[in-house]
């Protein structure tokens, strides 16, 4: 049986002549075809020219299934461990000290999950250098991050999971993005999310990747969405295609009026008129009124001084 793969990469590296098709390494007989092939038809591109890959968790029928692709000639990759619910490597880029990867899909079932977690402690007994876990852990920790379903046994299974991240020395990535990354229910009475992919790590890694950063990105097929983890952090939007965003804060300034009058051009056609306003209105923002967000922390500092 053959497929074609893609990634969420930049359209640069995933041009049309990249993508290749290749055969997968199990069977595709019995009665499970038909079920196999619908999941596979979903399972994105990956132009395999330019990636490497060692092994990987086959899928169960819909559920489960790791994959792991890298570049080779940035990095070389070693197999620590693995099971079907994790597979964690050992990461050296040419000229850098090693760390730890392990890619999580954690199981719907209690005793399953629970025999991954031991396994994750016994990871962290046995290694002491930077750990990164990153991937869908089917569990929640804050009540916000989930909405819908907060039984007594989900509340259960927080704290369990909030306590087992805080005995391993795990610190949360956070993200950007989205909020939640999993999405069921297309009216308020059935819609339900869950933020169930995040990224976690020890202090080693954080101190070693201090701009490492997660954004969640959008679902598009599946009712997971996709999260991405980068070592050096996203850069932010540059002022040249950041929006201009107006504060309704500067119509109470004694002298934004008088700005307005003196700035606006009314000989020139307003869209031009438009972004040259917004240019100077930007300048006067950080020289006359200043960051209103940086006024606004200094007077919570002195609130919270008297």
Known sequence: MEMEANTFLPPQFNPAEMLARFRLPFETDGPMKALRDAYLSMMPRVPLEIYDREGWNEAQGFSGGIWLFWRREHVSVTLYDEN???????????????????????SLDNSLRRDLWRELERI??????????GGDFNETMPIDERNGNNNSEMQRRRLEFSNWVKNNGLIDLDGTGTKHTWFLGLTL??????RLGRGLA???????FEEGAVRNLPKIKSDHGPILINTNGFAPISMVNRPFKFQAAWMHHEKFEDFVHSTWDEATHIVPSLKEFAV??????RE???NI??????????????
């Open 293 to 306: 967000f940086c006024k606004k922390a200094k007077l919570w500092a002195r609130l919270e001084g008297i």
């Open 202 to 208: 020890n202090e080693e890694w954080r101190l070693l």
């Open 84 to 106: 079907s619910q994790h597979m964690t490597i050992l990461i050296k880029k040419n000229g850098d000290d090693p760390w730890l990867f392990s890619t999580i899909y954690v």
């Open 280 to 285: 100077k209105l930007e300048c006067w923002n």
């Open 124 to 133: 962290h007994s046995n290694y002491s250098g930077p750990w990164l876990l």
């Open 288 to 290: 006359e009124f200043h």
């Open 189 to 194: 009475d059935t819609f339900k999310s869950e």
